[in-house]
DNA sequence: TATTGTTATACTCTATAACTATA
DNA sequence: TATAGTTATAGAGTATAACAATA
């Protein structure tokens, strides 16, 4: 746990400066790299995605329904690794905003399907292009990387899942 | 915004059969797959460092502490990217655990200077052992790729931020 | 005038547990 | 007995705005 540059009562003046801080380890560990890169992905995407109604989660249930269409709330629910005690809110809010209709399964009778609604599949389409305006930044800078780091954040997700 | 595969009545059943979901687009956006990544490593650093109190956000910020002692509350909230407003509670509840102090700053009175004590460098080496068992989880999935994954996530944070 | 840190306040996202209605 | 969805509730984590003290 040796700091890696020189600390003493003269640090605070560099703090007050304005100067770099030193992150030490942190910077040799890869779940704090994940974190800094997502953490500044998340922001700029709601920061250029005008419409506060676009969020991240929104738009990953959005997108599950439209390709999975009939989906129920449970499988839904799985699909982007949430409790389904957190489904409910996110549906009903959807629903508000006519972006989704909920209809009784036909076969099981616990069951409500989802599907997106015209203005639902408008909306998808919107916020598509703003998620790809955003991905264009960051294809900007993994350039030719992009295909090989996916696959790596893919493991990594489906390894401590 | 076609989709992928076909998609009928049917694939309600195929949804309660427990079958995979299909993700559509969302499989080529990066920050799609910067989400999953980041929330699996989060949620498998959560689960593993069985102290409750060792959350990610507060590790950061001891460790930032740690290699930059005197630092003030701005200059940590700047490091960590967050308001200074959030910084308060976070200080508080360290110093409630024994694990910082805050003193004054000589310099400049409007300022606290902080610091970890001696039981916060302990709980920080020990924060950094379940911070290091975690990453060599990620270290067994990314093999010899993970310098060039870090730079990536690296240049990613900074582009965006 | 600008900055540091605190407070008041509120919002988002999420989970656990208990419930109902079905299976 | 087990599952689908709802509700009640609570807890993190964060932000904005306004403020007092200080620069």
Do not use: C, W, Y
């Not at 809010?93 to 408008?122: H, N």
């Not at 955003?134 to 800078?141: I, P, T």
Request: no cysteine; proline share 4%.
């Amino acid at each position: 746990m040796a700091a890696r540059r020189a600390k003493s009562a003269t640090n605070e003046a560099a703090q007050q400066a304005g100067d770099a801080v030193a992150i030490g380890v942190l910077d040799e560990l890869l779940g704090f790299h994940l974190r800094q890169a997502h953490d500044a992905s998340f922001r700029a995407f709601a920061r250029n995605s005008g419409d506060p109604r676009l969020r991240p989660g929104r738009f990953a249930a959005m997108m599950v329904i439209h390709n999975n269409p009939g989906i129920t709330q449970v499988a839904l629910s799985r699909a982007i690794a949430r409790d389904k005690s957190s489904i409910t809110p996110l549906i009903q809010e959807l629903q508000r905003l006519g972006l989704v209709i909920r209809k009784p399964s036909p076969r099981d009778r616990r069951s409500t399907t989802l599907r997106l609604t015209a203005a639902g599949e408008r909306m998808l389409a919107d916020l598509l292009e703003h998620a790809r305006a955003h991905d264009r930044q960051l294809d900007a800078v993994v350039g030719d990387k992009k295909r090989e780091l996916i696959a790596l954040l893919r493991q990594i997700a489906e390894a401590l899942t």
